[in-house]
């Protein structure tokens, strides 16, 4: 017997990619719900080979569902995640509502799956932002053999990690521009198409994005709170995948030649590094992928001990859906959580 997993927010881009990935994976459920708003119920998703009919989420009864998969927004998590918790089904959360919360986890698998033992006292566990997930993928390994002392990070982020509104408004100005029509701006500050924005999220006191403090304070909670980070959280005109150029200042020696070698044996990790033209990664070539990919490994000569990576993901998969799956499967893989049904 399986376990019985609900996908909430299974209508957004990161929901129908959290059901396409527990197809693809083989993830051992004997059933899957899809779940949303009262004004989605009855849309149709794919799962597989099999067509689910949407149920409304304030509905539902979580007290035989093993698994929630939540990604329906940070308000939404926050009213519903506590009550699903208490109810015993384990919360694995794609929003930003309790990755700073002490009592929950902020997991990456390949990064620190040791910390996830401290989920039951909420009963939740937090995804963390997607240019963390992928940041943190390629920082660990290199940070267990020289100690990394700072980082400084620029983020290229595609606008699917704006939803489909973002995506939508990217292709319909492209659109506008080639056939000389108004170019209408809903979704971001200023036009998007042929354009880049640096701006992502709320501004903060600082003068810093939300986006930019989110980096900081997951690096610092997932990796190690003594690294210092800066970031500037760019959106550009790509429909998915998100890239980074990553500076790095470690405690220790390490070479390009070291880095490339380590990272070849590193988790999650693909090293795509040759000096010649296209011997790089692109966020087209990592859409529907899951490895985090990196190229451009190379020493920086105004410090010392300081290398530069290029470092690049799918944000739907690695970012968001892939990592919660791989959260769960962490769970059913330690023996943490039972199926209920069963019991």
Avoid at 5 to 17: I, P, Q, S
Avoid at 129 to 141: D, F, G, I, Y
Avoid at 208 to 216: A, G, I, P, R
Avoid at 292 to 299: G, P
């Amino acid at each position: 017997m399986g376990y019985k997993v609900a996908v909430v927010g299974a209508t957004g881009n990161v929901g129908r990619e959290m059901l396409s990935i527990l197809d693809e994976r083989g993830f051992p459920a004997d059933e899957v719900v899809a779940l949303a708003s009262r004004r989605s119920q009855g849309t149709e998703v794919s799962f597989g080979d099999k067509t689910l009919k949407v149920k409304a989420l304030d509905t539902y009864d979580f007290s035989d569902t093993d698994i929630c998969l939540m990604s329906a927004g940070g308000n939404i998590s926050k009213e519903w995640s506590p009550k699903i918790g208490k109810a015993g089904c384990v919360v694995i959360d794609n929003s930003s509502a309790w990755r700073y919360d002490q009592d929950v986890p902020l997991i990456v698998p390949e990064v620190n799956a040791d910390a996830v033992a401290g989920f039951s006292k909420k009963n939740i566990i937090a995804n963390p932002n997607c240019s963390t997930a992928q940041l943190v993928v390629a920082l660990k390994p290199l940070h267990d053999h020289a100690r990394i002392r700072r980082i400084v990070v620029a983020t290229y982020q595609s606008v699917s990690g704006a939803g489909k509104e973002g995506m939508d408004e990217l292709f319909g100005q492209s659109r506008a521009v080639f056939v000389a029509d108004p170019i209408e701006k809903k979704k971001f500050t200023k036009r998007i198409a042929f354009n880049v924005i640096p701006h992502i999220d709320v501004f903060m006191e600082d003068g810093s994005t939300k986006e930019e403090w989110k980096v900081m304070a997951e690096t610092k909670k997932i990796l190690d709170p003594k690294i210092k980070v800066t970031c500037t959280a760019v959106r550009v005109p790509v429909f998915i995948g998100h890239s980074e150029a990553v500076n790095i200042e470690f405690e220790n020696p390490i070479t390009a030649d070291e880095a490339r070698d380590i990272l070849r044996e590193a988790p999650g990790c693909l090293v795509i590094d040759k000096h010649e033209d296209g011997g790089y990664i692109t966020p087209i070539e990592t859409a529907g992928e899951d490895a985090t990919y990196i190229s451009r490994i190379r020493e920086d000569q105004t410090i010392e001990n300081g290398l530069n990576l290029w470092v690049v993901a799918d944000n739907l998969r690695k970012g968001a859906a892939l990592n919660a799956i791989q959260i769960a499967e962490l769970l059913i893989n330690r023996g943490l959580i039972e199926k209920r049904a069963a019991a």
